[in-house]
């Protein structure tokens, strides 16, 4: 009798790193792997990234040039706490 396990996961260098629990496999065992072309969720774009991504992508379509140096600004305070 052949029993079906599934489990959901991600496979990095030829390694596979399961989502939730860990795997319940002893031994050697025939096994299909059926690879999804998302990304892992670690690895999606946040909302930050994906603001500063908008935000180098207006810079770089930008006709105006870009200056090469820039003013220093020094942030410290001024009552030297």
């Not at 790193?17 to 690879?35: A, E, Q, S």
């Not at 892992?40 to 207006?58: D, I, K, S, V, Y």
């Amino acid at each position: 009798m052949q029993v079906l396990q599934e489990y959901e996961g991600y496979l990095e260098e030829g390694r596979f790193y399961p989502i939730g629990l860990p795997l319940n496999i002893h031994g050697r065992c025939r096994v299909i792997v059926t690879v999804l072309d998302d990304l892992p969720a670690e690895q999606e774009e946040t909302e930050q990234a994906a603001a500063w991504r908008m935000f180098f992508e207006a810079v770089n379509s930008s006709d105006e040039e870009i200056p090469d140096t820039f003013e220093r600004v020094n942030f410290t305070r001024e009552d030297g706490l």
